[in-house]
């Protein structure tokens, strides 16, 4: 079925140089701009294209715009203007011939890899699963093009042609060539935004104060190292600056233009901007899809605009950008403070915000090396701004304000990327549980709140999530100045017994070990602190001198069985907090290893003033439990970073047609016996059973029985013992209503146990039902594992405490698929249920390899088949050697075509 034009399936990408292209379909109105595009090739493309002189340009152009059935035709617009083409034709049920060209100006971009990987997606989808292309030998730049791709190519030769083969599914190299591809685009785009040479504010206003007004000071009075154009129709000149009436009127180019109008005019200004050719645009103004449905359309037409002329957009409904570089010293917001220059990136959904983060950034010293205000986020994002610090020499640590995340699952994949190398630290707002999903599955209950899944993902993706905009600072001053801990172990040197108990307390909280001091360190404080000091751990100078705590401090330091110090001074009568700043700083910076040192000065205000003024590097904190708590989640960052990445598991005999033939049958079945004709729901126990085992997820013997005679009659296929349970639609909790009966031993108590139940569920509102009867599984431990399909998350899997307590106990762990057997592992041995698993109580241990591998193969299947929704396997049985699916509901829907 062919989709509707509202449907119509479009591909906005970023190429080399940060421009953008529009891939979609040719419709027959492309018709004359696909002759001028043929018409406009040199004749050396249009004969490595066409192996040839073509010379009916009309008669090709009507076909491209009007393919044939099975066919498919694509074309890429930039600028307003096709600049691309691209086609694949059946040559049989199982191929299809692929081609496309490039206007000869926009070659060497990366468009030709673009077009053949949206031409592999879309043969997929229709069951195409091999390409093949005819390509003059000499066309050496087509044939760069397919070894390039990652696509496993073969090349046979043929008189006068070669032909290259290969299959429509991308292998894992081409995934990570796209995926490098995609991170160079996204880096130059961001990198054209924050060094423009020429600066152009449309809505530039003569009075300080206002919105036009401050932004246009602040370009100048930062000292922007390029050219700045104020655009105002009704001034000649803006705050000593001659004024153009257009931007159309500026004589130079315009690298970067912000607009500062009312969100109606917003629009028309873009278009100006490009028809001037800006790459870059700042739509400060509020007034779009934050306002509502109207607001929305209003975006939708600006970021069309952008779009056809590949200029790139933040915003709109924010408040500026700034490149502290100091051969850029870009300040394009009109905030009336200006970050301190520094080593962290930060990026600020919020504008509201964005003021009070960078003075507090400022009063603590924690310096920027460029800030971002998202605001609508309707094109440049936290993804394009995280792969453009990735490779800022500049830029050591980055840092989020979120209120959502608009692709998760490609933020998840590049911040894992870019957490191997600098910390992410992200304040992600809303984690009220308003948002709450309505399920009927145990694992629905248990995920809940959809602020579960953004805690599974930061967790995977190695993001530090704060949960307080305080504490966010915490850790950003820790990880901008101080090296990462190689361990939890902590020594403290305070002048007071209260606040070393304090610090204590505070790091075991955080999952910290204090360790005692062995001898040969205790003898070497003793030899200069007075008699009285405590050696223990934390060790008490007593005096508190700026002596004793600089030499307390080497020492420790130089001992190797701690990973991280931490400073308490309460400063005494008389005494001055600057000397002991300096002692601090003089120590540290001679210290024989790296190691982080983290300061507390309480009830002095004299530390963080001289901290923030650049004299020391150690961050300063108020109280002890605020650098334990930042030492904590730096110490959790640095163990996922030097962790192995994991891998995903590829599982041989994986029966993923039959999974689809089956699932697609049992969509058609619903559609056809659903009031709606909306196809979905739960699937049969022989549908579930069928799926579990395409992917080989193991399932108690089993059989289905219409009646409780039917039901004596087929255990004894299965084999005593046997449980019995009443299976109708609706049914959730089966013991609760009286559904299950457990070690029934023969057939006559079979009989009764089905007639029971039964009478339970015709009691309940369930007349009918039938009865599942299954071989009793041994001994085991009884766990969940579970599946809900997330609108923006994708599939979410839960594991945890299973049977009938599993809502009760609440003990689970949340990932999001795929699932790499570290994330498996991670996931069992976080659960407090996992001491049941390892032996608890002398007890024989469990298989947990087996439920690691179950989670995998789960994993694998939610991928392959986003039509599962949700799913219960509780319990799951774990024994000693291997794990046992018992009961298991699958729920199905059609997902959304894109």
């Known amino acids: 079925m062919s989709m509707a034009p ?19 379909r040719a419709r027959a109105d492309d018709e004359p701009a696909l002759l001028a595009f043929l018409a406009g090739l040199a004749v050396e493309s249009r004969r490595m294209r066409f192996a040839g002189i073509i010379t009916d340009l009309a008669g090709l152009a009507r076909r491209w715009a009007t393919p044939e059935a099975g066919d498919c035709s694509l074309v890429g617009e930039s600028g307003g203007r096709l600049i691309a083409h691209g086609s694949y034709n059946r040559a049989g049920r199982d191929t299809a011939e692929v081609a496309f060209v490039v206007a000869d100006q926009f070659q060497g971009r990366g468009i030709a890899t673009l077009l053949l990987d949206e031409l592999a997606s879309r043969a ?52 990570e060539r796209f995926e490098q591809r995609e991170r160079i685009s996204a880096s130059a785009a961001v990198d054209a935004l924050l060094h423009p040479a020429s600066v152009a504010v449309i809505g530039a206003s003569r009075r300080r104060g206002t919105t036009g007004g401050e932004l246009f000071h602040n370009l100048l009075a930062g000292d922007f190292q390029g050219a700045v154009y104020p655009v105002n129709p009704n001034a000649d000149v803006v705050q000593s600056v001659a004024a153009y009436r257009s931007v159309l009127d500026v004589p130079g180019r315009v690298d970067l233009a912000v607009i500062v109008l009312p969100a109606a005019a917003s629009i028309a200004a873009a278009g100006e901007c490009a028809r001037k050719g800006v790459r870059s645009l700042v739509v400060v103004s509020p007034g779009f899809a934050e306002t509502g449905a109207e607001g929305a359309a209003r975006q939708r037409e600006l970021l069309a605009v952008c779009r056809g002329a590949g200029m790139r957009l933040v915003g709109p409904n924010c408040i500026g950008v700034v490149n502290l570089d100091p051969e850029v010293r870009l300040d394009a917001t009109f905030l009336p403070v200006v970050p301190e220059p520094g080593r962290v990136g930060f990026m600020s959904q919020s504008g509201a915000l964005g003021l009070a983060i960078i003075q507090r950034a400022n009063r603590l010293g924690l310096g920027l090396s460029s800030f971002v205000s998202a605001g609508n986020k309707a094109d440049l994002s936290g993804n394009d701004f995280l792969q453009y610090w990735e490779s800022d020499e500049r830029t050591e640590v980055i840092a989020l304000y979120l209120e959502s995340l608009g692709n998760p699952r490609k933020f998840a994949r590049i911040a894992r990327r870019v957490g191997r190398s600098k910390p992410i630290i992200a304040v992600k707002s809303g984690r009220s549980a308003a948002g709450a999903r ?58 007071g017994g209260g606040p070393g108990i304090l610090a204590v307390d505070a790091c075991d909280a955080g999952g910290l070990v204090v360790p005692p001091l062995p001898p040969a360190i205790r003898d070497r404080l003793a030899a200069f602190l007075p008699p009285e000091a405590a050696l223990g751990n934390p060790v008490d100078t007593i005096d508190g001198s700026p002596g004793s705590f600089s030499q307390a401090i080497r020492v420790l330091a130089g001992w190797d069985g701690i990973d991280a110090l931490m400073v308490l001074f309460v400063p005494p009568l008389g005494a001055r907090t600057e000397d002991v700043v300096t002692a601090i700083h003089d120590a540290v910076a001679e210290l024989p290893r790296p190691i982080p040192v983290l300061g507390v000065f ?18 300063i904190y108020d109280f002890p439990e605020e650098a334990a708590r930042a030492l904590s989640r730096a110490v959790a960052y640095a163990e996922w970073r030097a962790a192995p990445t994991g891998t995903v598991p590829r599982f041989a005999g994986v029966r993923s047609d039959e999974a689809a033939a089956m699932i697609a049958s049992a969509l058609a079945r619903s559609r056809a016996a659903g009031d709606d004709g909306v196809p979905g729901g739960w ?53 609760e209503l009286g559904a299950v009966e457990l070690s029934v031993p023969d057939a006559p108590a079979v009989e009764a146990a089905a007639r029971r139940i039964a009478a339970a569920l015709e009691a309940a509102g369930h007349p009918a039902p ?23 998350f994708g599939p979410v899997v839960a594991c945890g405490a299973g049977g009938n307590e599993a809502q009760l106990m609440r003990d689970v762990a949340v990932r999001i698929t795929p699932l790499t057997d570290r994330d498996a592992s991670e996931m069992i041995h976080s659960l407090a249920t996992f001491r049941l698993l390892d032996g608890y109580a002398g007890a024989a241990r469990a298989d947990v390899a087996a439920l690691e591998e179950t989670l995998l193969r789960v994993s694998a299947m939610v991928e392959a088949h986003p039509e599962v929704v949700e ?12 794990a046992v699916v018992v009961d298991a509901r699958v729920r199905i829907e059609l997902p959304p075509r894109e």
């Open 6 to 24: 509202s449907e119509e399936r479009v591909r906005d990408a970023v190429l080399r140089d940060g421009s953008s292209i529009r891939l979609r």
């Open 124 to 175: 997929r989808d229709a069951g195409i699963p091999t390409f093949f292309a005819e390509v003059l030998p000499e066309n050496a730049r087509m044939l760069e093009v397919f070894r390039e791709s990652g696509f496993p190519t073969r090349v046979r030769v043929e008189p006068g042609a070669l032909v290259v083969e290969f299959p429509t599914e991308l292998s894992d190299a081409a995934r």
């Open 438 to 495: 309505a399920t009927s599955s145990h694992t629905g209950a248990l995920i809940g709140a959809s602020d579960v899944t953004v805690d599974a993902l930061f967790r995977q993706a190695g993001v530090i999530r704060t949960d307080t905009l305080s504490e966010f600072f915490d850790v950003a001053s820790l990880l901008a100045d101080q090296p990462l801990p190689a361990g939890r172990r902590v020594a403290i040197v305070t002048n």
């Open 602 to 619: 309480m009830a002095s205000e004299d530390g963080v003033g001289a901290r923030a003024s650049g004299r020391i590097r150690v961050p």
């Open 683 to 735: 699937l049969e126990q022989d549908e579930v059973a069928c799926l579990l085992g395409c992917y080989g997820i193991p399932i108690a013997e089993w059989r289905l029985a219409e009646t409780p005679g039917e039901a004596a009659t087929v255990a004894a296929e299965v084999g005593w013992p046997v449980a019995v349970k009443g299976v109708a639609p609706g049914i959730v909790r089966k013991s």
């Open 770 to 792: 039938r009865f599942l009867v299954q071989r009793m599984i041994p001994h085991g431990v009884e766990m969940l594992v579970g599946v809900v399909h997330d609108r923006l």
């Open 871 to 882: 799913m219960d396997c509780n319990p799951l049985i774990v024994m000693e050697q291997g």
